[in-house]
């Protein structure tokens, strides 16, 4: 072989430092023979030589700390067996001609102390700077017990504490629940959960299809929908500071509009006047934002109008899935939608999108009768518009009695990011969009994003 | 079937294994001419002789490496340890000889040998006597741990054991030994590597073994009265856990309360909790409850170990916090 | 002088020197990084292996300890076997399982290899067991060292062994230290075959570095455990040359002392006898050499040009492997 390395001496030994050689070039050395003292961290070890031969040659110094297999000296073997090979330029841990396959590294030398690579890959690791080190080895070569220690000694620094978890940013559901909800297509934001915390549960995720795909289980679907109504009401009066406004609404010039407008059309693409009343409440939604959106830790104002729609399901029970971007749209679309969702709100075959909160709620309860509703609101949205039946009735008109189709519309808000004023406002102008009938459609263009009231 | 009790069907299972094979023979502490600790092995020197019913002097340690000595010399044996508690003077043996020879020798060293202990709680025998470490010993990988809870178990699991070739560990509760029940003769043997669903349900999946099985069922009676169905799972064997069993449970009822006589930290409850979390996530509606002994050396005076040990009032309570309140 | 049978008495010499060289390769094929972990040499203490597992048939069993490389060579293990199993590649004894402390060969019934100090006595009265409630004649050797006798198990095997009259032969190869602590700081009573007379054991102390002594005591007690004279205890009073492992600096005892015990060395022993009796001559020796370089050479090769066991079999061998996959 020709060389002397570095022996490995133990499992957990990468280096040793070379303490001290019993040997020079030019001496014999028999196999067996004790050569040099090795210093292998935990303690002084003698290394021997497994060959007979001269030593021609000693390429590390004393002090030096190299990797386990670096050539340390060359023998030359005894003539009659081997032939030597030539001798490489005497730099300290040349890599290897022969020997050891690896290729060896070059040593470092920082502030002009031995730093062994694996010692200068270790304090790199551990964010020492290894020039600021005594060294404890022989020589004061910087040891990897130096380098570990300093790293320990730094370490006295607490790990800096992260910020909690911003509350009410996460949805917090039960993993069952998300997937109930993905199965269903139905959107967990703005569920109302019954688990600790409020955490969303599966009973608290909204039904929209039969058959339940999640499995065998039978589920009381409508009492999960009863609860979940239950609970999401019991919460809103919790925690919504509700406040209530009404105006009388003149919707003469609405209907008469309307009559006109549907006579030259054929009886499936009427528009109803409910598409009138939701209609005005998107436009007027739009521009005021305290009105319409979400509450999530704080005013969230929504930048686009989905309007709710209550929808009352056989069986018992409301959904009030939204109609997005219902301020823009044209009468007859918003006409078209309206009849599509309540026919596919009454199968149970909603779309995620439609679950996806609504940023105001409309409830009409107009077919029904009662004069007004005063609704509660759904959270986490800000208010709810209801809007009583149309019935005659007689109003000042220009001074005079006149007898008039008129309807209550109550407002329902959030007195967290509204005053009467801005629900007064909003009901006006509800009322002066009926009052012209005809910028209603097509969509106003003159609405500004930034909800501002004009 | 006929009506016997855990303790004579375990003797029956005795029995039947020194009567079928002649390489089967016992030993342990006191298993002859006292008759068994527990009474398990009343008799069986009178039936079989001493070179088969071969009572030990106390040195664990020696008596189990000799099984597994035996075991490696072609024999059959079943070592009794008295009770888990004294197996620690024998744990080098269990877990660096039998737990590790075959894989040491490369596949060459089959140990099949069955040691027995009673394990478990509840007579105020105090912390040295009272140890339930049948989940601390399902964390080695190479035996097999099994802790029969029924009379059908009790008799039947013992066949088994002596056919595998492998090291079993047999755990049978101390407050086992004189429940009454009947027993099931037709069965055979009865294979170990499945749980069993001792009660049907589909609220909620308690699952338990030995020991707590009957306080778990008991808890699920009291939790039928107040609109809770539970389903209720006996492990039967510890190593290896059935995880399909006991994750198709979860799949189906979403919430599981694991009951566990070990102490809590680091115990086999604690497995099946990481194991459902990680295989049943997103069929969880609630966290993943255990109801298990306090942290604290088992004390002697009645009401404090009573307090430390699961009881129904604890699962039941565990079964309200995952929001089950029928 | 020794009224040794020539062939015999070379026969010694070459399995001895088999062992010593084999170690002795190790030792370096551990510098090279070659043997990893730990690695435990038997330098100096040939001739208990030799002289008692030579009295031993191939059906009898062997339980040693982690310097057992010679004891698995003299029992049958192929050296190629050792070699390969130190290597870690699956064509070793216990496909590279084990490793140096945990050489297994059922096939020439040798039962490790056990790190655990004392941890095989309770294994080899169990193997004993066996043999005598199946009606067998075979004997159990077991080795350890003095260190071990200061385990419980130690005394529970001792004790077991004589009250159940099991056909057990237990080899203390007392090398005086048990890593680095003198028998004589650990042990009250550092006679150690008189602890068998507690145990109403035969017990022997015999001159370790003499392979005819070893041999002498052996098959004395062989014959006797074998015709049914219950277990019988050796105490073989030996020394190793080298450190407790590749990694010890021997701090704990004195070169001088290491020197004197060299001057006993077994092979130079019998060799300088055989050499006297006119049994063994230069020429003689260079054979024994040569055959004996050249089975460690192709030891060496062959575990050099041994296969790593595939990541993917790693939990074979945990359980039994059954039908339809691993338990």
Redesign the interface.
């Known amino acids: 072989m020709g060389e002397f ?1 570095m ?5 957990d ?1 990468d280096e040793g430092t070379l303490i001290e050689w019993f040997v020079a070039p030019g001496d014999l050395v028999r196999r067996g023979d004790i050569v040099a003292v090795v210093d ?1 961290e ?4 003698e ?1 021997e030589v ?1 060959e007979d031969g001269t030593v021609t040659e000693l390429l590390v110094d004393v002090g030096a700390t190299v990797p ?2 670096t050539p340390l000296a060359r023998i030359e073997a005894t003539p009659r067996s081997r032939v030597t090979p030539s001798p490489a330029p005497a730099a300290p841990a040349a890599p290897a001609a022969s020997g ?1 396959p690896r290729g060896v590294p070059t040593t470092s030398r920082t502030a002009g102390r031995v730093l062994s690579p694996l010692v200068r890959h270790l304090a790199e690791d551990l964010r020492v700077d290894a020039s600021d080190l005594r060294g404890s080895g022989p020589g004061g070569v910087v040891t990897r017990r130096d380098v570990e220690r300093a790293a320990r000694a730094s370490q006295g620094a607490p790990a800096p504490r992260r910020p909690p978890a911003g509350a009410g940013t996460r949805l917090r559901a ?6 109930l909800a993905g199965e269903r297509g139905v959107d967990l934001h703005g569920v109302v959960g ?3 915390g409020g955490a969303v ?2 009973t608290d995720v909204p039904i929209a299809a039969p058959p339940d795909r999640a ?3 039978t589920v009381d679907r409508d009492g999960d929908v009863r609860g979940a109504i239950a609970r999401s009401m019991a919460r809103s009066k919790r925690e919504i500071p509700h406040y209530y406004l009404q105006t009388t609404i003149d919707l003469g010039p609405a209907l008469d509009w309307l009559r006109r407008r549907n006579e030259d059309r054929p009886v499936t693409e009427r528009v109803l006047p409910a598409v009138l009343l939701l209609k005005a409440t998107a436009v007027a939604a739009a521009e005021h934002p305290a009105l319409n959106g979400r509450w999530e830790d704080g005013h969230r104002p929504a930048s686009n109008v989905h309007l709710g729609v209550a929808i009352a399901l056989r069986g018992g029970g409301i959904v009030a899935p939204g109609i997005a971007d219902a301020d823009r749209l044209p009468l007859d679309e918003l006409m078209a939608a309206l009849r599509d969702l309540s026919a596919r709100a009454r199968a149970g075959r909603l779309r995620q999108g439609e679950w996806t909160g609504p940023t105001i709620t409309v409830t009409n309860l107009g077919d029904l009768g009662v004069d007004a509703v005063w609704g509660v609101i759904n959270p986490p949205q800000l208010a709810m518009v209801g809007f009583g039946a149309v019935r005659d009735a007689v109003l000042a008109v220009d001074g005079l009695p006149a007898v008039r189709p008129a309807v209550i519309t109550s407002l329902a808000a959030d007195h967290r990011t509204s005053d009467g004023m801005q629900g007064a406002a909003f009901l006006g102008r509800i009322a002066r969009l009926l009052g012209s009938p005809e910028s209603l459609d097509p969509p106003t263009p003159d609405h500004h994003d930034d909800g501002a009231i004009p | 079937m006929s009506t016997t009790t855990y303790r004579e069907a375990m003797r029956e299972a005795l029995r039947d294994a020194l009567q079928r094979d002649e390489r089967v023979f016992l030993m342990g502490e006191d298993v002859g001419a006292y008759g068994g600790c527990f009474a398990v092995s009343l008799g069986l020197l009178e039936e079989f002789g001493p070179g088969r019913v071969r009572d030990t002097p106390l040195s664990e340690s020696a008596f189990v490496g000799a099984g597994i000595g035996a075991a490696l010399g072609g024999m059959r044996p079943i070592v009794e340890i008295m009770t888990v508690n004294f197996s620690l003077l024998a744990l080098d043996q269990i877990m660096n000889n039998a737990a590790t020879l075959l894989h040491m020798s490369g596949g060459q060293c089959n140990v099949p040998l069955v040691i027995r202990m009673t394990t478990g709680a509840g007579r105020q025998l105090a912390a040295q006597h009272s140890h339930s470490l049948e989940g601390w010993y399902a964390h080695i990988p190479g035996i097999r741990v099994v802790t029969p809870a029924t009379i059908d178990d009790a008799r039947w699991m013992l066949w088994t054991a002596l056919e595998d070739p492998d090291p079993v560990l047999v755990f049978e509760h101390g407050g086992l030994y004189g429940t009454e029940g009947e027993l099931d003769e037709s069965l055979g043997p009865v294979d170990l590597d499945r749980a069993a669903v001792r009660r049907a349900g589909t609220d909620v999946s308690i699952i338990t073994y030995g020991g707590t099985l009957a306080m778990a069922l008991d808890a699920a009676a009291r939790l039928a009265e107040r609109g809770v169905d539970a389903e209720v799972i006996d492990l039967r064997t510890l190593r290896p856990l059935d995880d399909e069993t006991v994750l198709g449970s979860v799949a189906r009822t979403h919430r599981a309360v694991i009951v566990d006589e070990g102490w809590r930290s680091g115990s086999i409850s604690a497995e099946l909790s990481a194991r459902i979390t990680e295989h049943a996530f997103y069929d969880l509606d609630a966290p993943v409850g255990r109801v298990c002994s306090a942290e604290v050396p088992m004390p002697y005076a009645r009401h404090l170990e009573q307090a430390a040990l699961p009881g129904v009032d604890g699962v039941l309570r565990a079964v309200e916090e995952l929001g089950l309140r029928g | 002088m020794s009224g040794i049978d020539p062939a015999h008495g070379l026969h010694l010499l070459e399995q001895m020197l088999r062992v010593r060289r084999m170690e002795e390769r190790c030792a370096e094929l551990y510098t090279q990084a070659k043997i990893r972990g730990f690695l435990h040499l038997y330098v100096g203490e040939e001739a208990v292996a030799a002289g008692v597992i030579g009295q031993l048939d191939a059906d009898d069993a062997v339980v040693a300890t982690y310097r057992e490389h010679g004891h698995a060579l003299l029992k049958g293990t192929p050296m190629t076997e050792i070699l390969a199993e130190m290597y870690g590649v699956v064509e070793g004894c216990s496909r590279g399982r084990g490793g140096s402390m945990h050489l297994f060969d059922v096939a020439h019934r040798v039962y490790g290899g056990n790190a655990i100090v004392g941890g095989g006595l309770p294994v080899a009265v169990g193997l004993a067991l066996a043999d005598r409630l199946a009606g067998r004649d075979r004997v159990t050797a077991c080795f350890f060292g003095e260190g071990a006798v200061a385990e419980g198990e130690f005394h529970e095997s001792m004790n077991l062994a004589a009250l159940w009259d099991l056909p057990v032969l237990l080899c203390c190869e007392n090398n005086l230290y048990a890593m680095g602590t003198a028998l004589a700081r650990s042990e009250s009573e550092t006679d150690i075959a008189i602890k068998a007379a507690a145990y109403e054991m035969p017990a022997w102390p015999v001159d370790g570095m003499d392979v005819l002594a070893v041999e002498r005591a052996a098959a004395r007690a062989v014959e006797a455990v074998r015709g049914g004279g219950g277990p019988h205890f050796l105490e073989l009073r030996t020394y190793r040359f080298r450190a407790h492992s590749m990694y010890d600096p021997e701090r704990y005892r004195d070169k001088a002392e290491v020197r004197q015990w060299r001057e006993q060395d077994p092979i130079d022993r019998l060799a300088g006898q055989l050499r006297g009796a006119g049994d063994l001559d230069d020429e003689g020796m260079a054979g024994i050499e040569a055959r004996v370089v050249a089975e460690v050479d192709a030891a060496v090769a062959f575990a050099e040009a041994g296969t790593l066991e595939p990541v993917e079999s790693l939990s074979r061998f945990v359980v039994s492997d059954r039908p339809g996959g691993a338990g």
């Open positions: 390395c022996p490995s001496l133990g499992a030994m292998t935990k303690s002084d070890i290394v497994f386990v297999g050891p039960s993993p069952y629940a998300r997937r019954s688990g600790p549960l599966a499995g065998s289980r």
